[in-house]
Every structure is written in structure tokens, then in C-alpha cells.
């Protein structure tokens, strides 16, 4: 991954290499009956959805959350900067923005899918709170390699402490990061205080000690948070270890996304940096003002999802003999998967001299959806009343469509572009047979776009109906003041912004 002379190099999709991970234990347990039968050729239409009948409310937004793409991405940006590794013991120059890019890419992940539930007219999730068990029921069907079933967590489950530490150690160690963002520094190792006011820097250590990663100012003092408190999460059904219970889906970052608990624990840490940012300073209006440019108008094309079957290669999934007997076989799992026709928007901008910017486009709610006790099909053909929402109350569930550089001209300016340009989206990764037969014919397949490290464009959209849903698009140009350090730091936040561009949050 940061390796220099792999540059472009493609793997492939990790939805391919371990299929066991990424679709239920009952459509893989065909795939092996299959085997055993020496079926060579078979073909499983398989289910997102979390079940063929709606039993639980966030099972309608099955098709997000249980998508193969989308927890590959989430994996593989684990991958491109893990908790575990340290920038300068490894010769990185990439995390300047290390902490910020944590919190903008789990905060990212969060809006997308509250607009997701809001799409399906789902209530926002509760508050997590210590001292309430978790409501949110899930059973994820799925199976390890080794044959054992990730297990199901039933609503009403406590967290409790584990072998390794106790709910106290952590709550000790959240009360020292509160702390520190209240009082704005934090202690480094030798027991100096850091001042955490100066947003940038700021955010960036706060970001850091919060993910416990190794570029923490202070590992022993802060310890790892994050993983800390997934670990609970995980080991919820057994925490004494004391049954033999395999972990849930939440110990693994191939399998975290699909449990509602994991947007659930994602909001309250996501909160810490929303405390933090609520105690600086507001913006003056100099700090916020473009002198001389204006945002006159904004259009964009119709927007139209829709459901497409997708292929995936599952032949991994089996145990074969040799390779020479596994290119005998090919198993294919059949997906439906939330998808979206091409569209585009239009900027007008005016501008009284010629001049560089950024310009950012954010889709976001445009009303507050109602909850209905009506689940499954029958909810897409009912429209629902709605109401004025208060955008800053929601401005958290907008998501970072596009981000770049634009050369504006003194006068009217019209800036286009389509949705296979977003820069924070990536499509489809390349097959594991079309890698092959690129390597077997003398060919190292390359690209210049990381289609590991990328939101999936699919998802980009949140579900439609019939009769229609507004959203509101959000477009804001700053200037583009070029600076050396951010332009040759290449983000490895996997979160589809690989070039931070300016030094603005």
C-alpha cells in the first residue's frame, strides 16, 4: 500500500479473496454443497437485506450496510493507515492530518447512512449512553473461515468488561480526553500540556489520541480508545471468554459496517470532535468571506437510483486441492445492489478578477422525514408528509460529494461536472479473473485512480421513491492558496480525497 514501486498497482477486491466475509454463511454453505457434488459451474442469487422479510427497522437500509464494496472500503482504509502504525518508525511523510482525516472519514461514513435511514423514514438512533443497553438487535449470519458463526447480539445487551480491561478503564480514559478538550491541551509524554486551540494542529492531536493510533502524543496516558471500546462491542455475547464465543462483526473492519451498533458507537465519538469544535472560536466573517466571488446559481440533472445485479466471484470461498483443479470451478454470487444513473451540475460563479479556488459540493436533507411503522415494499409507494428542516440541526448527515481546484476568470464563470468526476467516489475495483488473465498475459494491470480507496459512487445517492425526495446541494468556493507542505501530502484517509488541497478543515 505505501510502497512506492506499487504505485497503481491493483489487488484484488477483498470481497473476492475472503467471499466468507462479505455474504451469509447460508449462501456460502450452498457454494460448498456444490463443491462436495462437483457442480462446476453454479450461480447463488444471494440477499443484502439482512433477511428475505423485514423483521427489524434497520434492516431496510440492509442494501447499505451489508454491500460488499462498501465494507472493502472500509477495510482497505484500514489497510492505507492502520491504528498500529507509526509514521515516523515507517519513514511516512503523508500524516500531517492524520487525527482530522480519522474524524472527517468516520463522520462521512455517518452521514451517509443517516441519510440512508432518512430515505427509508427511519427515527435518527438514540444516544449511546453507558448505562442503557443496546436496543439495536442484529445477527449478522455470517461465518469464519474456520467454519464458526459470528454470533448474534439480541436487543437489550449490556456492554461489560472484558478479560484485557474493564468498562472503568475506559470510561477513565474517555474522561481524560473530555477533559482535555475542555480545558484545550493535552499532556504529552513527559507531562507537558499541548495546546489543542489552534484548530488545525488541534484537531489533528485531538484526532489521534481519540483513534489511539501510534502517532498519539501520549499512547500510556490516552491508551486506544477507539478500539478499546469496539473491542466491547465485539465481545458483547461473551466477555469473560469464558464459552468459546467467536467474536461479533464488529472485531473485524471487513464486517463492522453491516451491525447498526457500529453507527451507533461511531455518533458518540464523532460527538467528542463536535464538542470540541463547539468550544473555538466562531469564524470571523473575513476568515469565511471570498472577496470578489459570488455563488450565483446552481442546477443539477434529474437524480434517478435504481437496483442492478452484480456479479462477484466467490470461488475463493472454497477449499481446492490445487490451483490447477480451482480453475476448473467457478461460483457466482449473484447481488442486487443500489445504483444510480449519471447526472451532472452546473455552478455559476462570479468572479471581479481572475483568480484560483476550491470548490466544494456537499449533498445533504432538505426536510425532516417522518417515521412510519410501515416496513418493506409497500414503503416506496407511500409518500410521506414533510416538513421545513432545520438545516443546522442536520447539517452533520451532509456528505462531501466533490472537491477541486478551478481557474476563475474575471466575470461570469460556469463550472461543469458529471458524477463520474466526483473526486470523493470511485467505482467498481477490477475482478480477480480480469487481474489475472491481465498478469498471465504479460501485463501488470495499473491505474491511476485507487479504486481500493474510495467511497463507492454506487452509494453515493441515498435510496429514492416514486413521488420524489428533495435534497439540498451545497456549494461553497474558497480561494486556492497553494501550500507545499498540504500539496505534497498525500492523504492516506481512504476517503476518496487523496489531495487535502488547502489547509481549511
Known amino acids: 500500500v505505501h510502497r512506492d514501486d506499487c504505485t497503481g498497482v491493483m489487488l484484488p477486491p477483498m470481497y473476492e479473496v475472503y467471499p466468507h466475509l462479505y455474504f451469509h454463511a447460508g449462501d456460502m454453505n450452498e457454494f460448498f454443497s456444490a463443491k462436495m457434488q462437483n457442480v462446476y459451474n453454479y450461480v447463488k442469487m444471494t440477499n443484502w437485506t439482512g433477511g428475505y422479510e423485514i423483521s427489524q427497522p434497520e434492516q431496510l437500509v440492509g442494501y447499505f450496510t451489508e454491500d460488499a464494496g462498501l465494507n472493502a472500503y472500509y477495510a482497505y482504509a484500514h489497510l492505507y493507515m492502520p491504528f498500529w502504525m507509526n509514521c515516523e518508525k515507517y519513514g511516512l511523510t503523508t500524516c500531517q492530518m492524520r487525527g482530522e482525516a480519522f474524524y472527517y472519514f468516520h463522520q462521512q461514513l455517518l452521514a451517509h447512512y443517516n ?15 453507558w448505562e442503557q443497553p443496546i436496543e439495536y438487535a442484529y445477527n449478522p449470519d455470517l461465518m469464519y473461515h474456520t467454519g464458526d458463526y459470528f454470533p448474534a447480539r439480541p436487543a437489550g445487551q449490556s456492554l461489560s468488561s472484558i478479560k484485557s480491561y474493564t468498562v472503568e478503564d475506559i470510561k477513565a480514559i474517555e474522561y481524560r480526553i473530555k477533559e482535555a478538550i475542555d480545558s484545550g491541551f493535552v499532556y504529552g509524554k ?10 488545525i494542529k488541534g484537531i489533528n492531536i485531538l484526532g489521534n489520541i481519540i483513534e489511539g493510533n501510534q502517532d498519539s502524543v501520549n499512547n500510556r496516558y490516552y491508551g486506544a480508545y477507539t478500539s478499546m471500546l469496539r473491542n466491547l462491542f465485539a465481545l458483547i455475547m461473551d466477555p469473560s471468554s469464558e464459552h468459546s464465543v467467536a467474536p461479533g462483526v464488529m472485531a473485524h473492519y471487513e464486517t463492522a459496517l453491516r451491525d447498526p451498533a457500529f453507527y451507533y458507537y461511531t455518533s458518540y465519538i464523532t460527538g467528542f470532535f463536535k464538542q470540541y469544535k463547539d468550544n473555538l472560536p466562531y469564524y470571523r466573517p473575513e476568515e469565511l468571506d471570498f472577496n470578489g466571488v459570488a455563488v450565483k446559481d446552481v442546477a443539477v440533472s434529474k437524480l434517478v437510483t435504481y437496483f442492478d445485479l452484480f456479479d462477484i466471484d466467490v ?10 483443479e480451482m480453475e476448473q470451478y467457478e461460483y457466482v454470487a449473484k447481488a442486487m445492489r443500489l445504483n444510480h444513473q449519471p447526472f451532472s451540475y452546473k455552478v455559476k460563479v462570479a468572479s471581479n478578477k481572475q483568480t484560483s479556488a476550491v470548490v466544494r459540493v456537499f449533498l445533504g436533507p432538505n426536510t425532516d422525514y417522518i417515521f412510519s411503522n410501515f416496513y418493506g415494499d409497500q414503503a416506496s409507494d407511500v409518500y410521506y408528509g414533510h416538513h421545513t428542516a432545520d438545516l443546522e440541526r442536520l447539517r452533520e448527515y451532509f456528505v462531501e460529494l466533490d472537491r477541486f481546484p478551478v481557474q476563475l476568470k474575471s466575470g461570469d464563470n460556469l463550472i461543469e461536472r458529471e458524477s ?12 480477480f479473473k480480469s487481474l489475472l488473465k491481465s498478469a498471465e498475459s504479460g501485463h501488470v494491470y495499473s491505474s491511476n485512480v485507487d479504486y481500493h480507496c474510495g467511497f463507492p459512487d454506487r452509494l453515493v445517492l441515498p435510496i429514492g421513491h ?19 507542505e498540504v500539496h505534497a501530502n498525500t492523504l492516506y484517509s481512504c476517503n476518496g480525497l487523496m489531495t487535502a488541497l488547502d489547509n481549511r478543515p
Open 115 to 129: 441519510l440512508h435511514r432518512m430515505a427509508n423514514y427511519l427515527p435518527e438512533q438514540d444516544d449511546f449512553d
Open 190 to 199: 513527559d507531562g507537558n500540556k499541548i495546546s489543542i486551540t489552534s484548530y
Open 315 to 324: 470461488t475463493n470461498a472454497v477449499d481446492f486441492a490445487s490451483l490447477d
Open 420 to 431: 463520474r468526476q466526483f473526486t470523493a467516489t470511485v467505482g467498481d475495483s477490477a475482478s
Open 466 to 484: 416514486k413521488a420524489g425526495v428533495p435534497y439540498t446541494l451545497f456549494v461553497m468556493v474558497t480561494p486556492y492558496e497553494a501550500s507545499p
